[in-house]
Structure formats: structure tokens, C-alpha cells
């Protein structure tokens, strides 16, 4: 596996900052809002998508939620339609993401995984979960139908 670039881990960062920009206001209002929790772009790896190339996915943690996020690997000029749809194919399983639009020129493709994360005590917490998370999408299903 090869490590991301600065400019990638910028990018993350700048995706995180974005959602913080554009939600951070409305999701005080929700009654699962954690107020110990921050946005963050975690446990990002390469993945070459055999329609969209190289992109980069990991899992961005809300102080509300936790999404499977999918980005282009480099710079991507072009901004996509909020609400188109991609299959992301990975060891476990498929996966239906959505683009979404984070801002003037932030955007990224993402699956809700977890829509409550009220009960997470830190972020250390929210990034281990992120990482259990990731490591479970991020593998083949060896046991042939076990639970979530």
C-alpha cells in the first residue's frame, strides 16, 4: 500500500474544513449532535475504480455521523452533479454512494455508515471506530453473510 501525498492529505483536510463550513451550523440543532466530536477525513488508502481511476477512500467522521467517503486520488477540475450516484466495489461488498457537495468547491461520494454517534465519548474514540469500520468494509467477507 502506498502512502498518500501532502497534497492528498491537504485535500482531506480541505473535505473535513467543508463539511465543518457547510454543516457544522445546522447539525448544533440536532439532538445527536456531539459536541466532542469534529469533522475529520480518516483512514483514507488508494483504491483504483474501474470506472472513475485512482481515488482515495476512507471514512469522514461528523460530530453527527460517520460516511464511506470516495474522492479522486488527484485534483479533480471538475465538480460532479450533487445526487449522482456510484457503485463502489470493494472486498466486502458493493457499496451505493452519492456525490455530494460540500461548499463552492469541495465535493465527494459518500454512504451514511453510522447516523448516530451521540454515544462516542472522544475523538480518539470516533477515530478508532472509523478505523474498526474500515477495516471491515475493507476486507473480504470471509464469513459468508455475518452481521453488521
Known amino acids: ?13 480541505r473535505l473535513a474544513e467543508a463539511w465543518t463550513r457547510e454543516h ?13 466530536l469534529a469533522a475529520d477525513a480518516l483512514c483514507f488508502q488508494r483504491h483504483d475504480d474501474p470506472v472513475l481511476g ?9 460530530p453527527v455521523s460517520l460516511w464511506l467517503v470516495m474522492v479522486p486520488a488527484g485534483e479533480s477540475g471538475e465538480r460532479q452533479e450533487a445526487g449522482a ?10 457499496y451505493p454512494l452519492e456525490t ?3 461548499g ?5 461520494r459518500r454512504l451514511v455508515l453510522l447516523d448516530d454517534l451521540a454515544d462516542v465519548t472522544s475523538r480518539q474514540a470516533a477515530s478508532r471506530l472509523a478505523q474498526q ?7 473480504a467477507d470471509e464469513g459468508g453473510g455475518g452481521g453488521a
Open 1 to 13: 500500500m502506498h502512502a498518500l501525498t501532502p497534497e492528498q492529505y491537504a485535500r482531506l483536510r
Open 24 to 36: 457544522q451550523r445546522d447539525a448544533k440543532t440536532s439532538p445527536l449532535f456531539n459536541p466532542r
Open 54 to 62: 485512482e481515488q482515495l477512500v476512507g471514512a469522514l467522521v461528523t
Open 85 to 94: 450516484r456510484h457503485w463502489l466495489t470493494l472486498p466486502s461488498g458493493e
Open 100 to 102: 455530494v457537495l460540500l
Open 104 to 108: 463552492e468547491s469541495q465535493w465527494c
Open 133 to 139: 469500520l474500515m477495516q471491515r468494509v475493507m476486507a
